[in-house]
């Protein structure tokens, strides 16, 4: 019986990787990691991780100098070391009481502590040099190629290249997440990079300096890859930045820091450093799938049920467990489930708009990926309700859709460029003199608008919030307006902890 299971697991953990494979084959390396297709030749680490007594030196400039001050720092506390500890244990030896020596009696002396407080001051400021160097050398984000926000939801990356329109979220990678499920009897050390992959791996340019904001939209979440020599909180409502500038190709991984939940330990974090080139192809192939998502033509049935496996089993199967049988008193199931096989319309608003725990998917998922997620569910797990919602439907309810044509043709961005600095936001909003361009310079200035523009919902997050504010104020000034009002914002913003009823 247990020979069955396992192979039963086997076939399971075969399925959900003929996407891969199936993806593997139209990749001309045949080299996958996530959805990306590396590039013929691209280094590929033989074992998920090096174990280290050491602190491990990265592929960033400063990972380089975290490290060499960090043995710096440790030969100055091996020095400091044996000199007290040796001059300590050869007085305990040497003037020991069978030998006859007695204590010898003192008050103060004017030299020795002068000493004794001169030489550890040098030493700390030996210490406090270099330290200081490296840490402003991190503070310091100005004059980046580009910049990427990104945000720590459970559980999952939410990552947005601020610079050329390409956002996209990261999830744990199916094969781990079928591998980590109770009962599944799938060998995790037949996984690769078991729970160190994700479907859509973060992908950045090397030599090149990639300037991130991180925040958080729901719980305090730590972004932490080791090859970078820094990890950052992110925390809802506050930004936190910090860059990195990879010295070479390569596939770095990293894990969330920060305890965020019951699946804190299935969000890893997935870096590829590329050539410039090789970003460039990976970039405009992206921005591609991304338009594809967003258009709202209709699909076949079997296309929505196929597509909506893998949706559901990267975002639903943590929760409602991978065959809809959900966790008794946390979680529902949704095996015979009264919503999934009642009304189809009822069901894509809880899904878009969320419920008491349940995270709204309507800014997590394309409509496409909607559509196939809630046609799956009322046609698999035990449901057979025969019906179907198409892309289109999902559109007409999502609040901004956004626009095509702008999808289609999106804006690219001067690889001579620099993404501003706050002050340089500020010169643009008028705050200061502004410099007249030269004529070479103003196909920058326009090519980097648009990300000045994306940067101050960034940097002053407030003057964005201004505008809600003054339509609800606008809209009704009588108490039932306001309440009406407040109710949309609440079950939008605040039901998802507080409860729809408040308790």
């Known amino acids: ?41 691209f280094p590929v680490e033989s074992t998920p991780g090096t174990y280290t007594l050491n602190l491990m030196q990265g592929h960033t400039q400063l990972s380089n100098d975290v490290y060499d001050l960090h043995m710096l720092i440790l ?15 050869y007085s305990i030896y040497h003037h020991r009481k069978s030998k006859g020596h007695a204590a010898e009696q003192f008050h103060e002396n004017t030299t020795v502590e002068i000493i004794w407080t001169v030489i550890p001051a040098l030493i700390l400021l030996a210490m406090a040099i270099p330290a200081t160097k490296t840490l402003m050398e991190m503070d310091d984000v100005q004059e ?22 390409i956002h996209f979220f990261s999830n744990l990678d199916d094969a781990s997440n079928r591998a980590r499920q109770l009962g599944s009897n799938i060998d995790t050390r037949s996984v690769p990079h078991y729970l160190l992959s994700v479907d859509e791996p973060l992908v ?20 932490w890859v080791p090859d970078l020599g820094w990890k950052k909180d992110a925390i809802p409502g506050f930004i936190n930045e910090a860059w990195a500038s990879v010295d070479q190709p390569g596939i770095y991984r990293g894990q969330c820091t920060e305890l965020c939940g019951k699946d804190h330990a299935f969000m890893p974090v997935v870096v590829i450093g590329m050539e410039q080139d090789d970003y460039d192809a990976w970039a405009d192939k992206k921005r591609l799938e991304i338009c594809k998502g967003k258009s709202a033509v209709d699909m076949q049935h079997a296309d929505l049920v196929a597509k909506g496996a893998e949706i559901y089993a990267n975002n639903c199967a943590t929760c409602h467990m991978p065959d809809g049988v ?16 009642g009304d189809i319309n009822a069901q894509a608003e809880l899904i878009l708009n969320g419920k008491n725990a349940m995270p709204a998917f309507g800014k997590q998922l394309s409509a496409a990926e909607l559509a196939s997620v809630i046609t799956y569910t009322r046609n698999a797990l035990g449901n057979s309700k025969g019906d179907e919602i198409q892309p289109k439907e999902i559109k007409a309810k999502l609040p901004d859709s956004g626009d095509e044509a702008d999808c289609a ?16 936001i500020a010169k643009e909003k008028g705050e200061g003199q502004k410099q007249p361009l030269n004529e070479g310079e103003s196909n920058q200035k326009s090519s980097s608008d648009n990300h000045s523009k994306s940067l101050n919902n960034l940097v002053e997050p407030e003057e964005k919030e ?24 609440y079950e939008t913003n605040c039901s998802s902890c507080h409860q729809k009823d408040g308790g």
């Open 204 to 223: 950045i340019p090397v030599n090149k300096k990639i300037r991130f904001v991180f925040t958080a939209a729901d719980v305090l979440h730590s972004w």
């Open 75 to 89: 030969w100055i506390c091996v020095f400091v070391g044996i000199g007290v500890f040796g001059t300590m244990f």
């Open 326 to 341: 959900g966790i008794p008193g946390a979680f529902p199931a949704l095996k015979n489930s009264a919503v999934v096989n």
């Open 409 to 424: 043709k999106p804006a690219k961005v001067d690889k001579n460029s620099k993404s501003p600095s706050k002050a340089a």
């Open 144 to 165: 980046s190629d580009m910049t990427i926000k990104v945000t720590g939801w459970q559980w999952k990356w939410e990552y947005d290249y601020l610079d050329n329109g």
């Open 466 to 489: 201004q505008s809600p504010h003054k339509s609800v104020s606008t809209a009704s000034d009588s108490l039932d307006g306001l309440i009406v009002a407040g109710k949309t914002i």
């Open 1 to 41: 019986m247990k020979k069955t299971k396992q192979l039963f697991a086997g076939l399971i953990l075969l399925v959900s990787g003929l996407g891969t494979l199936q993806a593997a084959e139209e990749c001309p390396s045949k080299i996958m990691e996530g959805s990306v297709c590396l590039p013929k030749g």
